[in-house]
C-alpha cells in the first residue's frame, strides 16, 4: 500500500491536532499518511478516558516545564522526550487493517518492531498493544476508529529520560519510582543495546521499519492546505482547560 510519509516536529497541541485532522482528511479521500514527529518540549499525553490527577503529577509537571495534553485515542498517560522518543501516526482506511481490533494493533504496530530490530534489539510485539525487549516494554500504542478510518499512534522510546517518566507519571494513583516499578517494566533501545541512539537514527530505523513491516510504499510529501488549516482550527481543543480536565 502506498503511504505519504511525513516527518514532523511541534507542540502537544499541535501534534494531537494534525492527527485528529488527518484523520478527517483520510476519512474525505485523502492519501493514507504515516506521520513521524517529536513533541518539541517535554510532554505528558493523557488517554481520553483518564482523570489527570489520578495518573500525572501535576506539580512536577509545572516545576519541570512538562506539558499535559489529552488524546482522542484511549490507552495510558505517555511521556514525550524531545531528546528520547519519536512518536508515529498512521491513518489509514479501515478495509486496509484487519478488522480484529487485535490483530490490527498488531499488524499496525509492526513498523516499530521492525525498526528496533533493525537497530539491532530483538523486539517483540505484546498484546493487546506493547513493543517489548527482553520483557520491557519500549512501545506503547493507542487507536481509534472513526469514519471508517483507523488512527493509531504510539511511542518509539530510543532514549527517553525515565527518571523523569518515573516522577511524572503515576499508576492507580501512586507516583512510580525510579527505584520502583518503572525500572523494571520499562526500558528504551539505547539502554538495552548498550549505546546512545540519535533522533536521525531512530527516524531512520522507523522508516525503514515501517517500509519491512507493512510492505508500505512510503512517499514523502507534505500536508494539504486543508489539513493545515483544520489543524490549526483543532489546536484550540487541546489547549483548552476544559479538555485537559475533562475528568
Known sequence: MRFRLIVDEGSGCYNMAMDEALLFTVAMGGVPTLRLYVFNKPTVTLGYFQ???????????????IDVVRRVTGGGAV????EGEVTYSIVVPEQNV?????????YLTSGVIEAARALGAPAEFVPLNDGVVAGKKFSGQAQIRRFGVVLQHGTFMYATNLNVLSEVIKVQGVKLSSRGPVRARVTTLSEYLGRRIEREEAVKALIEGFRRGL??????????????????????KYRSRDWVFMR
Open 51 to 65: 482523570k489527570v490527577e489520578e495518573v500525572v503529577d501535576l506539580e512536577f509537571a509545572r516545576r519541570e516545564g
Open 79 to 82: 511521556y514525550h522526550d524531545p
Open 98 to 106: 484487519p478488522g480484529d481490533v487485535a490483530e490490527s494493533f498488531k
Open 215 to 236: 510492505g508500505a510504499d512510503l512517499q514523502e510529501g507534505t500536508y494539504t492546505e486543508i489539513e493545515l488549516r483544520l489543524a490549526s482550527e483543532l489546536e484550540w
